[in-house]
């Protein structure tokens, strides 16, 4: 890349690889963060509002919270 700054640089989340002209290698990315790139949902607080219940059922279950 250094080469050639104008390079094209490819992610692709299917196949989890990352490529740039002959160069390829694979990547990792949770689960979470990755269907956040797919599906274009970012509001990360819209999803835990939207989940309400979900989200007391997990945080019930978190020691951390039980204090609360």
């Not at 274009?40 to 979900?54: I, N, P, R, S, Y």
Request: with cysteine; aromatic share 8%; glycine share 6%.
């Amino acid at each position: 890349m250094t080469q050639d700054p104008q390079a094209t640089v490819e992610v692709d989340l299917e196949k989890m690889t990352v490529s740039c002209g002959d160069f390829q290698a694979p990547i990792t990315m949770n689960e979470g963060p990755k269907q956040m790139f797919v599906t274009g949902l970012w509001d990360a607080t819209g999803q835990l509002v939207a989940q309400a219940e979900k989200t007391r059922s997990t945080a019930s279950q978190l020691p951390y919270l039980a204090w609360c």
